[in-house]
């Protein structure tokens, strides 16, 4: 079975400051990483995926997710981020053998002027 | 937008009533995710469809079925409907191949009320 935990119910940053949301996965063999944005009322969005090669995924909106094997994590990052990055965020996995993706529960960014 | 379109936006019903949520995946994608969001279950997998046929069944209650027509829409049957069945369900479709790396694209969702 596979599973997705995000640590964070919440995480809060300033503008201009970077930002980290937490995200470790256990799969059977290589995972397949995905993270995906919610804004209120709103389907969900993708915005980058980790299959294989370099560690470091840049995705959209300036995101980016760093793949750790040896720790199983897939931590999603912004360098500067903005208020319009307030948004709920959702980390998967999907592996060979599975054709779903397993969901996190989900980490509220909130970003204060 | 995603190009995955679900009808209908807001649906409010009885307990113990029967629904029909409906989704267009995007053009060309074969197949098609069904998921219920609420707040104390999360995002929850129920059932993928794969041109037509049934791929992987997650938590999908058995009040709760569905099907993907020859045009590749698709149809989630709720039935005999409970208070707790009120949440938000998205449909999503991804490239043809359907495959453990290939990203969905999510509707924007039915929002269901049980009354």
């Known amino acids: 079975a596979q599973s997705v935990a995000q640590p964070e119910d919440q995480v809060n940053v300033a503008e201009g400051n970077p930002l980290t949301v937490k995200c470790t996965y256990s799969v059977s063999g290589n995972p397949y990483l995905f993270w995906y944005v919610q804004y209120p009322n709103r389907g969900l969005q993708f915005l980058l995926k980790y299959i294989t090669g370099d560690n470091l995924v840049k995705g959209s909106y300036g995101f980016e997710a760093e793949f750790n094997k040896s720790q199983t994590s897939f931590h999603l990052k912004k360098p500067s981020a903005l208020v319009s990055d307030s948004a709920l965020y959702f980390c998967?996995?999907?592996?060979?053998?599975?054709?779903?993706?397993?969901f996190g529960k989900g980490t509220m960014l909130l970003v204060s002027p | 937008d995603s190009g995955v379109t679900q009808t209908p936006k807001h649906l409010i019903t009885a307990t113990g009533q029967r629904v029909t949520l409906r989704c267009s995946p995007r053009s060309g994608d074969l197949s098609v995710y069904w998921y219920q969001q609420s707040l104390d279950q999360g995002l929850q997998f129920l059932i993928q469809?794969?041109?037509?046929?049934?791929?992987a069944k997650g938590n999908i209650l058995e009040r709760f079925s569905a099907q993907q027509f020859p045009d590749l829409h698709s149809e989630l049957n709720l039935s005999s409907l409970e208070l707790g069945d009120s949440a938000l369900y998205f449909c999503a479709s991804s490239v043809p191949a359907g495959g453990p790396g290939n990203e969905q694209f999510f509707g924007p969702g039915t929002r269901l009320t049980v009354l």
């Open positions: 469809y794969y041109n037509g046929e049934e791929r």
């Open positions: 998967a996995v999907s592996a060979v053998g599975y054709s779903t993706l397993t």
